[in-house]
């Protein structure tokens, strides 16, 4: 993901081209150190929440294991439920938490060196069998922790807000259609999910001109 995937991609596709000159360089930098054990438990705190109430969440959880960065999957097993529930997880969270554990624990969870030597299938095959771990969890940690260059969260409602206000559609696509369409940009769809979440911030920019005036 770089400026020539981004020149590639402007002339694959004409329309999303004049958003990539709107936004300019694509920022999105893989955090390849955290581990897949982690980025999952992450991923679980911070579904159906804001970032800030989702950080808040997952900060009072790591304070459960004073002078830990982050804790192991034993820790997450040992670790009594009424505690997360106290920290703000709700009971399926919690629940999705501790399979990630196990999972980790026995191996289905790859480590940070098996993860990159696995397709995007098998990952997605692996980690969609942990509770509360669906298919657009797996696409969030495809992109922003691996890296992989041509994924596309179909289900993900910034990416199809993004594409109805990029090609002016009133409605917002289908999964479907969004994937059919998609087709044109491979094997740059990460980078084209990338440039239509940031029209939504343009978009805000906008809002925010005209309400000053």
């Known amino acids: 993901m770089n400026s020539a995937d981004t020149l590639k991609l402007s002339k694959l596709d004409r329309t999303l081209g004049a958003l990539i000159k709107k936004v300019g360089p694509i920022t999105l930098t893989p955090q390849l150190k955290q581990s897949p054990y982690e980025a999952l438990v992450e991923s679980v705190v911070y579904q159906q929440l804001t970032g800030k109430a989702a950080a808040t969440i997952l900060g009072r959880v790591k304070d459960l294991y004073p002078g830990k960065k982050f804790p192991k999957p034993e820790d997450l097993l040992s670790t009594p439920v ?12 919690t629940a999705a938490l501790k399979d990630i554990a196990t ?6 969870v790859p480590s940070t060196k098996e ?33 992989r260059p041509d994924v596309l969260p179909i289900t993900d409602y910034g990416v199809r807000k993004g594409f109805a206000l990029t090609y002016d559609w ?13 087709e044109r940009w491979r094997p740059f769809r990460t980078t084209a999910s990338w440039y239509l979440w940031r029209s939504l911030d343009l978009e805000k920019k906008i809002e ?5 005036k």
Not at 103 to 108: C, E, F, Q, S, V
Not at 170 to 182: R, S, W
Not at 208 to 212: A, D, E, I, K
Request: no cysteine.
């Open 103 to 108: 999972k980790t624990i026995d191996g289905l």
């Open 208 to 212: 925010t001109r005209s309400n000053r």
């Open 115 to 147: 993860i990159t030597q696995l397709s995007n299938e098998v990952i997605l095959e692996r980690l969609t069998q942990i509770r509360g771990v669906g298919p657009w969890t797996v696409e969030m940690l495809l992109i922003f922790k691996l890296g």
């Open 170 to 182: 009133k409605e917002l696509p289908t999964p479907k259609e969004l994937l059919e369409y998609g």
């Open 82 to 93: 009424e505690n997360f529930r106290s920290s703000g997880l709700s009971g399926s969270k």
